[in-house]
């Protein structure tokens, strides 16, 4: 499973550009919006920011955003588009200090974690976030692993980790408080949104 990571953070440095272009014109801004209205303060952290599509929404809207990710490509890119200086690092082993950010957010990027790596990444998260802190966590809706290859990007390997929305409410409640998880479908793919709170 380690190897499909290695693989398609290979992808994503390859691709980011195409990814951007791709990505930053269907903004969430439902999704952000009330993720923001969650906030009890204005330092959060993008866990997987990609380009940086988010990033600077949030950081339009006044917050302390930070964002990381696993692909330098990707932290390239967000640089070029949005002057934000994303940090390189792996979610299941973050080295910010505990109880440092007001809230996370995590949009889709949960779903490139090998699935038995998946409680230190909601591990992770409890441990940097503030009591009272807000998170955003949205996955494709499935079963098992997927390698996906796309004509619009390169038909280059991407390794897709699904869940079902009971495997990942179980999964967060033993850490936090869901306030609300929901199914969606954009264009053919079901996602699953979960808002919560750590108490």
Do not use: H
Request: hydrophobic letters at 40%; charged letters at 30%; aromatic letters at 12%.
């Amino acid at each position: 499973m380690e190897d499909n990571l290695k693989e398609t953070i290979q992808t994503y440095d390859k691709i980011a550009n195409l990814y951007a272009d791709y990505k930053f014109p269907k903004l969430l801004q439902f999704q952000l919006n009330k993720f923001i209205s969650l906030l009890i303060g204005k330092k959060i952290l993008d866990a997987g920011c990609g380009p940086g599509r988010d990033l600077l929404y949030f950081k339009e809207e006044g917050l302390d955003v930070t964002g990381i990710d696993i692909s330098k490509g990707m932290l390239r890119e967000c640089r070029r588009r949005t002057n934000i200086m994303g940090l390189e690092m792996d979610m299941r082993k973050m080295t910010f200090p505990e109880n440092i950010f007001d809230g996370i957010w995590c949009m889709a990027s949960f779903s490139d974690i090998p699935k038995e790596d998946s409680s230190k990444v909601i591990d992770e998260f409890y441990r940097i976030l503030k009591r009272g802190g807000a998170i955003y966590l949205a996955v494709k809706e499935g079963e098992g692993v997927e390698v996906v290859k796309k004509e619009k990007y390169n038909n280059l390997p991407r390794v897709y980790v699904y869940y079902k929305l009971n495997e990942l409410e179980n999964l967060l409640k033993k850490k936090f408080v869901i306030l609300n998880s929901s199914t969606a479908n954009d264009n053919g793919t079901s996602w699953i949104e979960i808002f919560a709170k750590k108490i």
